[in-house]
């Protein structure tokens, strides 16, 4: 089974700074998807960055962009120039490449507040 | 619009009474699932499906019923809700093409008192 680690339950930035998210996973699969997913007050899911476990480079999104290790299994957002509608739940998420069922494995989130 | 519609958005229900949350996706998905969530447990699948009449269970089922019997619905049902049912709940539906890109509804917040 997998598994999807985020350690950190809160952070808080100042606007402009840059601020990054961690997470960790636990996985025997070698071809799956990570992703990072917004939940903001309004508590809908918004995809935010996806990555290719096959792709070594590592994925970008305007200001969101990650770390992904695959040999640490590791897979951190960096959110650069942090802006106050970044203040929302981030989720990170693991989903196999394969198999009949594709479902998301997430952690258990974590609160991010930007300060004016 | 690609769009997943969930209803309704908020439910306040007693124990023991029958309650069904619809979902329904306009992008010809094949795959639809459902998630729960609760604080300091992120999200976890409750069932999914596949294809039309074919359903199965996620992680945490019990307690909860499924189906599909058509491609573009896949309505969750609590024959007998109990509190501990009080939970933010998501649909989600995605292609099995290998786009690994799930859309979600806008969630339902369950009370069971």
């Known amino acids: 089974a997998q598994t999807v680690t985020q350690s950190q339950p809160e952070m808080s930035v100042q606007e402009a700074e840059t601020v990054t998210l961690s997470c960790t996973y636990d996985?025997?699969?070698?071809?799956?998807?990570l992703f990072w997913y917004k939940q903001p007050p309004s508590r809908q899911m918004i995809l935010v960055i996806r990555q290719e476990a096959y792709k070594q480079q590592n994925a970008t999104e305007n200001r969101f962009s990650v770390n992904f290790q695959k040999a640490a299994k590791s897979f951190s957002l960096k959110i650069s120039d942090s802006q106050l509608g970044d203040t929302a739940m981030y989720f990170c998420?693991?989903?196999?490449?394969?198999?009949?069922?594709?479902?998301?494995?997430f952690g258990k989130g974590i609160t991010l507040s930007v300060r004016p | 619009e690609a769009q997943v519609t969930q209803n309704p958005r908020y439910l306040i229900t007693v124990t023991g009474k029958k309650l069904t949350v619809t979902c329904s996706q306009n992008?010809?998905?094949?795959?639809m699932s459902w998630y729960r969530q609760d604080p300091g447990l992120g999200l976890r699948q409750i069932y999914y499906s596949m294809n039309v009449e074919v359903t199965d269970k996620g992680d945490v089922p019990e307690g909860y019923k499924v189906s599909r019997k058509e491609k573009r619905n896949f309505p969750l049902i609590l024959e007998s809700p109990s509190p501990n049912q009080t939970s933010l709940y998501f649909c989600?539906?995605?292609?099995?093409?290998?786009?690994?890109?799930?859309?979600f509804g806008q969630g339902t917040r369950l009370t069971v008192v």
């Open positions: 996985t025997s699969e070698s071809n799956y998807y």
């Open positions: 989600a539906s995605s292609s099995t093409g290998g786009t690994a890109r799930a859309f």
């Open positions: 992008m010809n998905h094949e795959y």
């Open positions: 998420a693991f989903m196999k490449g394969t198999g009949a069922n594709s479902k998301l494995t």
